[in-house]
């Protein structure tokens, strides 16, 4: 007996139908990793407003020169407990030691001044420029083709960045400086990323991190004992509980997060938290330290995510 036709729902019309859904929507993420990556964002956006607070008693180097050797420690005791070995391959030591000065030292001062000096949510936007620098080294000295999404994700850059630029200097003495520390903490963590990702270390992300944290504490203590307090005094009981759950929170319990995360999503699902996490840091400014959030405000956010999004976010059928 000859088989029934099918129907248009079955075998290749179902077929079709599930193509174009797959191309129109993007993959389900797995509900835990979103849970883990709105709680991230918003522990990560929520720690910018913080810095300030934290260096009221403390200089800038002396907050860093406490949090990384601390956070550092903390992450290889995770790794540890994990069962994770600690051992770095001596082949991958030059890599760990070029991108830990390039990116956590850079970073953790620039940014963390840039966000003393301007409004914190401008500083973390600033910051998270990061992707555009990677497109633009990448294109320039790499020579990796920038395509038209990458072109105009750094345009839409570029106009956030001047949107916040443009009152700032009117409004805010130090805003030159903040605003430039701010773009080279940004630039900071592309090259330290790019040159970690020409060079892989093959060890767990929790123990690269460790390590990273732990190199960089060197330099940064260095510069505390140059730079910083210059005597010792016990700083406030607010100051310690502050300067704890910046150290606890956003950098061990959000790294390790971040690693979960980016276990269980694609890279560009993940990327999600580079895009959000200014805007609830310019939310939360404006709600710790009423930080301006007016109409320009808003609109540089939505440049920054807009060009953040077309950096990151592949259309589904990419995928």
């Known amino acids: 007996m000859p088989e029934p036709a099918q129907s248009p729902m079955h075998g290749t019309g179902m077929t079709g139908i599930r193509d174009l859904i797959h191309r129109a929507l ?53 790794a540890a407990a994990r069962g994770q070995s600690l051992a770095i391959p001596r082949e991958h030591w030059g890599t760990i030691v070029a991108a830990s000065l390039v990116y956590l030292v850079v970073w953790n001062i620039a940014s963390t001044y840039a ?56 409004a805010y003495a130090d805003a030159p400086l903040g ?22 270390v093959g060890v767990p992300a929790t123990v690269l991190t460790g390590w990273q944290m732990l190199v960089s504490a060197v330099p940064i203590t260095i510069g505390a004992a140059i730079l910083g307090d210059g005597q010792w005094f016990m700083p406030s009981w607010q100051s310690i509980a502050l300067i704890a759950y910046i ?27 580079s895009i959000m996490v200014p805007v609830v840091a310019m939310v939360s400014g404006a709600i710790v330290h009423g930080e301006p959030l007016g109409a320009l405000q808003w609109l540089a956010m939505a440049c920054s995510a807009g060009a953040l999004s077309l950096a990151l976010l592949k259309p589904a059928r990419e995928g």
């Open 115 to 170: 966000a003393v000096l301007i409004p914190s949510g401008q500083a973390a936007v600033l910051g998270f420029t990061m992707p555009l620098w990677s497109a633009a080294i990448s294109w320039a000295l790499l020579g990796e083709r920038l395509t038209r999404r990458l072109l105009a994700a750094m345009a839409l850059g570029a106009v956030a960045v001047t949107l916040l630029m443009v009152p700032s200097f009117r």
């Open 179 to 200: 605003l430039s520390l701010g773009l080279l903490a940004g630039l900071g963590w592309a090259v330290g990323t790019l040159i970690i990702k020409r060079r892989p």
């Open 26 to 78: 993007p993959r389900m993420a797995n509900p835990r990793a979103v849970v883990l990556l709105v709680v991230l964002t918003l522990v990560w956006g929520t720690n910018w407003p913080l810095f300030p607070l934290a260096v009221r008693e403390v200089s800038v180097w002396t907050f860093r020169a406490i949090a990384l050797p601390l956070s550092g420690l903390i992450l290889l005791a995770v």
């Open 247 to 273: 150290i606890l929170v956003p950098i061990c319990i959000g790294n390790v997060f971040w690693f979960a995360i980016v276990g269980m999503l694609p890279a560009n699902v993940a990327g999600l938290s």
